[in-house]
C-alpha cells in the first residue's frame, strides 16, 4: 500500500524530488562513479560501465517519479535498461550480489541527497518528510532489487547451458590472464590462439530489435571474414542483445582499412556500428586486440551516435590513451585551443580545417584538395583558427596542438567548452 501522508509533507516530498531532477545528471554521475569504485567488477568491461550507467540513470528518474507520484508498490516496475544490464552481467559470469550491492551503494547516495533537502525544506515536517522519503525509497529499492534479481538468475541459468555461455566463459579467463590449457581452451572455443589475431566489438543500431540483431552480427562476421582474406577461424561472443565480441584469425599481420570497412558495411546493408582493433599474435596478442578494440570502442561511445561507422584503433591509439581521463582530456584540450575549443558550428569548420591542414603538412592546397574547398578558404580559416588558439610555434606545441584536434575530431562536445550563448 502505498503510504499517503498528510498534504504537507507530501508537497515537501515533491519539491525535493523536483530539486534532485533538476541535478539530475549530476547525481547520476555521481552514483556511477561510486558504485564503479566500491564494486569493482561493475568497472572492469566498458560495455558493463555503459550498461550499469544507463541502469542508474533510469532508476534515478523512476525513483524521482514514485516519490512524486503516489502509486502503490505494486506498480513499480524495473526500467529495461536496468533488465538489459542485469542479464548483460549474468552473460559475463557476475554474480547477483555485485548487482543488489550496486543498488544499495546507489540507494545511500540518493537517500544522502535527499535527506539534505529533508533538512533543508523540511521546517516542523522534516521528521514525516524523512521517514516518507525512506519508506518510498526502500520500496522501490526492494520491488527493483527483485524484479532485477529474477532477471539476472533467469539469464544466468539460460547462459551457463548454451554454446554461448561456455565460449564466454573461456574468453574471460583467457582475458583475465588465468592459467588455461591452451589445447583445451582452442578446443572449447574452435578457434586457434595462435597466429595472428584481429579483435573488433561490434553494435547494432538502436532500431533494431533483438530477434534482428544476432542475424545482423553472424552478417558481419562473415562479411568481415571476406574482406580479411584467408581467415582460418573467426569467433563471436555476445556481449548483449545488441552487441558481440569478435576474433578473426588470419595467416599474417595485415592493416586493417576502416574505410573498407565502412564500404562492406554500406553495401550490405548493415545496421551496425563496429570498433578494430590492430593485428597481434598468439594468446597475448588475443588479449592484447580485446584491449584495443574496447578503447576505440569507447572513443565511438563518447563521441556520440553521429560518429563513423568503423573506427580503427590505429586511427585513434593516441585520442583513447588520453581519452582514459576525459576530465584531464578536456582541460588539455581547452589549454592548446583556447577560444577555438568553444563547441559551436564555426569553431567546428575552423577546427577541421586547421586539423587537415596540419595533417597535410601544412600543404594549403593539399588541404583545400581534401576539404573539396578553395585554397583561399583554407588559407582564412587557417589564420582565423590560430588567432583564436593563439598559435603554436614549437616543435611540441605543433604536436600538442594536433593532438588536441584529433580528441575534437573524435569525441566532440565530450571534450568541448559549452557555447555560452547556447547554455
Request: charged fraction near 25%; charge should be neutral; glycine fraction near 8%.
Amino acid at each position: 500500500m502505498a503510504h499517503a501522508g498528510n498534504g504537507s509533507e507530501v508537497d515537501v516530498v515533491e519539491r525535493i524530488a523536483q530539486t534532485i531532477l533538476d541535478e539530475r545528471d549530476e547525481l547520476v554521475r555521481h552514483l556511477s562513479t561510486e558504485i564503479r569504485a566500491r564494486v569493482r567488477v561493475l568497472g572492469q568491461d566498458a560495455r558493463l560501465r555503459e550498461l550499469a550507467d544507463a541502469s542508474t540513470s533510469d532508476n534515478v528518474s523512476a525513483v524521482l517519479e514514485f516519490l512524486r507520484n503516489g502509486a502503490d508498490e505494486a506498480e513499480v516496475r524495473a526500467p529495461e535498461r536496468a533488465l538489459t544490464s542485469a542479464r548483460a552481467l549474468a552473460r559475463n559470469d557476475i554474480p547477483a550480489s555485485a548487482l543488489i550491492r550496486a543498488y544499495r551503494i546507489g540507494q545511500t547516495g540518493f537517500l544522502d541527497v535527499a535527506m539534505r533537502y529533508a533538512v533543508e525544506f523540511g521546517g516542523a515536517d522534516t521528521a514525516a518528510v524523512i521517514m516518507r522519503i525512506v519508506h518510498r525509497t526502500s520500496t522501490y529499492i526492494d520491488q527493483v532489487c527483485e524484479q532485477v534479481g529474477v532477471a539476472h538468475e533467469q539469464e544466468h541459468e539460460r547462459w551457463v547451458g548454451s554454446r554461448g555461455g561456455l565460449r564466454q566463459r573461456w574468453v574471460n579467463r583467457l582475458l583475465d590472464g588465468a592459467a588455461v590449457d591452451i589445447g583445451e581452451a582452442e578446443r572449447a572455443l574452435q578457434y586457434p590462439l595462435t597466429g595472428h589475431h584481429l579483435a573488433a566489438t561490434a553494435w547494432t543500431d538502436p532500431q533494431v530489435g533483438t530477434a534482428t540483431a544476432a542475424d545482423v552480427l553472424d552478417q558481419l562476421r562473415t562479411a568481415l571474414a571476406g574482406l580479411f582474406g584467408r581467415v582460418h577461424r573467426t569467433l563471436l561472443v555476445p556481449v548483449d542483445e545488441h552487441e558481440a565480441r569478435l576474433w578473426f584469425s588470419v595467416p599474417r599481420a595485415i592493416t586493417v582499412d576502416a574505410r573498407a570497412i565502412e564500404r562492406v558495411l554500406a553495401e550490405r546493408e548493415l545496421p551496425v556500428r563496429m570498433a578494430i582493433s590492430g593485428c597481434a599474435a598468439g594468446v597475448t596478442g588475443f588479449r592484447q586486440a580485446a584491449g584495443q578494440a574496447a578503447r576505440a570502442r569507447r572513443i565511438a561511445q563518447l563521441g556520440g551516435p553521429g560518429g563513423e561507422r568503423v573506427i580503427s584503433y590505429a586511427d585513434v591509439a593516441a585520442t583513447a590513451l588520453m581519452a582514459g581521463d576525459i576530465e584531464t582530456l578536456r582541460e588539455f584540450v581547452a589549454e592548446q585551443l583556447g577560444a577555438l575549443a568553444v563547441d559551436n558550428q564555426r569553431n567546428l569548420w575552423l577546427r577541421d580545417t586547421l586539423r587537415v591542414f596540419l595533417a597535410r603538412n601544412n600543404s594549403y592546397a593539399a588541404a583545400a584538395q581534401e576539404l573539396a574547398v578553395h585554397r583561399n578558404t583554407v588559407q582564412y580559416r587557417v589564420r582565423q583558427a590560430l588567432n583564436l588558439v593563439g598559435s603554436h610555434h614549437t616543435q611540441d606545441g605543433d604536436l600538442h596542438l594536433r593532438l588536441a584536434l584529433q580528441a575534437t575530431h573524435r569525441l566532440g562536445a565530450a571534450v568541448l567548452l559549452p557555447d555560452a550563448a547556447h547554455r
